[in-house]
């Protein structure tokens, strides 16, 4: 019996070659460096090393919390947030530096509260700031005048949306509920990236979140201890009949001239035809 022969194996491809580098002259790109992170902790916590506590601001080695001496930054000074020239520039003039940060309950997410830095490179960064302290003022109030005009543009555009959407509703009304959910730095659906494109969802949600607190007695079924969605569900039906009524364009005021009641038309006629004269009606 004649062995069959096997078919000859299938040739694989070639992986390809990897190009080769190509010469520069530019420097490779410097590592980016990461600051230590410090915690505003929450709950009372001591340090896992030298169990002093209960501690102000701490930060985690393996997992445990450690104090600022036994983490080699007990040297440092804090500088809250708030000043954004000055703690840029104190973190250039310190060699080590950390964030401070604390957790937020509410929005779920740690937020920064400052930096840890060297007291002499505080200094020196207080000194730099001083001396340009009134150029960056006019910068500041030349930013800020800019930043009122493109508000002032906005709360318009956002009014005039209101507007078409609810043709009923008054003019003083709508530039309220404007200015309200469109306020800088507040965080409402007047700020957020639908309602600086005026999209409908986001005009309508403000609308009815004003009429909600103006129209209803909503914030009186709050106070009384009402949980927040069922004082919602109570007032769902009245916020719907003043929306309901926004969307019906206001009729405009009747121009026609006033009409005289036909008796008193009949007597004046009755006057001027027995004594002449004309009564004024």
């Not at 302290?133 to 209101?162: K, L, M």
């Amino acid at each position: 019996m004649t062995r069959a022969t096997p078919p000859p194996p299938r040739a694989t491809p070639p992986l390809p070659r990897a190009a080769p580098p190509q010469a520069t002259h530019a420097s490779p790109a410097p590592a980016v460096a990461r600051s230590p992170l410090v915690f505003q902790p929450v709950k009372r916590k001591r340090c896992g090393a030298c169990r002093r506590g209960p501690l102000g601001l701490l930060t985690l080695e393996g997992g445990q919390p450690r104090c600022l001496d036994c983490a080699d930054l007990g040297h440092l000074v804090f500088l809250p947030r708030g000043d954004t020239a000055l703690t840029r520039r104190a973190r250039e003039e310190s060699a080590l530096s950390a964030v401070v940060v604390r957790f937020h309950r509410r929005r779920g997410r740690y937020e920064r509260q400052g930096v840890l830095v060297e007291e002499q490179a505080l200094a020196r960064a207080e000194a730099r700031c001083l001396a340009d302290a009134e150029a960056r003022a006019r910068r500041r109030a030349r930013d800020a005048a800019r930043r009122a005009a493109q508000d002032a543009v906005f709360v318009a555009e956002f009014a005039a949306r209101i507007r078409r959407l609810f043709p009923g509703c008054p003019e003083g009304r709508a530039a309220a509920i404007a200015a309200h959910a469109g306020a800088r730095g507040s965080g409402r659906v007047g700020r957020s990236a639908a309602g600086r494109a005026l999209s409908e969802g986001a005009v309508a949600a403000a609308v009815r979140a004003a009429v909600r607190h103006v129209d209803t007695p909503y914030d009186r079924l709050l106070m009384e201890g009402v949980p927040r969605r069922e004082a919602r569900s109570r007032v769902t039906g009245a916020v719907a009949a003043v929306l309901d009524g926004w969307q019906r364009p206001t009729p405009a005021p009747s121009t026609a001239p006033a009409t005289l009641d036909s008796s008193t038309t009949l007597t004046a006629l009755h006057e001027t035809a027995t004594t002449g004269t004309v009564r004024s009606m």
